[in-house]
C-alpha cells in the first residue's frame, strides 16, 4: 500500500547535505529558521547618535591668511 499517501510525493523542505546532525541539532535549526521565517526575530533598532559624536565636530574651518590670521588659528 505505498504510493497513496501524498506524504511521499513531497520533497523534503530540509536536506543534510554534509555532516550527521542528530535529532537535537536538527530540531535547534528547524526552530530557528521557523522563527525568521515568521517574522519573530528582528534586528535590533540603531543606537541614536548625537551631535557631540559627529566627525565634522573633529574638524576645524580652514585658517584664512590675512592680519590677525594667527589669533584667529586658535578660535573655532
Not at 530540509?14 to 519573530?40: F, K, M, N, Q, T
Not at 576645524?60 to 573655532?76: I, K, N, Y
Request: glycine share 8%; no cysteine; hydrophobic share 45%.
Amino acid at each position: 500500500m505505498s504510493g497513496s499517501h501524498s506524504d511521499d510525493l513531497v520533497d523534503p523542505a530540509l536536506r543534510v547535505v554534509r555532516g550527521h546532525p542528530d535529532a537535537e541539532e536538527l530540531a535547534a535549526l528547524v526552530v530557528v529558521l521557523s522563527l525568521l521565517a515568521d517574522g519573530s526575530v528582528t534586528s535590533p533598532a540603531p543606537a541614536p547618535t548625537n551631535g557631540w559624536a559627529a566627525p565634522w565636530r573633529g574638524m576645524r574651518a580652514p585658517l584664512r591668511p590675512g592680519p590677525d590670521a594667527w589669533r584667529m588659528s586658535v578660535r573655532h
